[in-house]
């Protein structure tokens, strides 16, 4: 069964970058539109950024300006850009398909923005 692997959190300053990836074995990826959620202890899973399979885009309000998705089907592989972080934004952060959520849950990759 394919399951998502998240990479690329970290601890980071506020007003820094990070660069998430998501891989998936096979070329799963390219059939479907995948996004990005993210959880914060305490708080729901929230929806961060889709990109469709032609590589269309949509962000929550929260991000716009400062997180890019973006996919690579040639290596079933879906990124995050994350420039400008905030403390707001300290989650685990997972991939998934959207709306729908077709593979299991993975490990997730946690962000942490603190001074």
């Known amino acids: 069964q394919v399951q998502p692997v998240e990479s690329g959190g970290g601890l980071v300053q506020p007003g820094g970058s990070l660069r998430l990836s998501c891989a998936a074995s096979?070329?799963?990826?390219?059939?479907?539109?995948m996004g990005w959620y993210r959880q914060a202890p305490g708080k729901q899973r929230e929806m961060v950024a889709t990109i469709t399979r032609n590589g269309g885009t949509n962000y929550v309000a929260s991000v716009k300006g400062r997180f890019t998705i973006s996919r690579d089907n040639a290596k079933n592989t879906v990124y995050l850009q994350m420039n400008s972080l905030k403390p707001e934004d300290t989650a685990m952060y997972y991939c998934?398909?959207?709306?729908?959520?077709?593979?299991?849950w993975g490990q997730g990759t946690q962000v942490t923005v603190s001074s």
């Open positions: 096979g070329s799963i990826f390219s059939m479907y539109t």
């Open positions: 998934n398909t959207f709306p729908l959520f077709k593979f299991p």
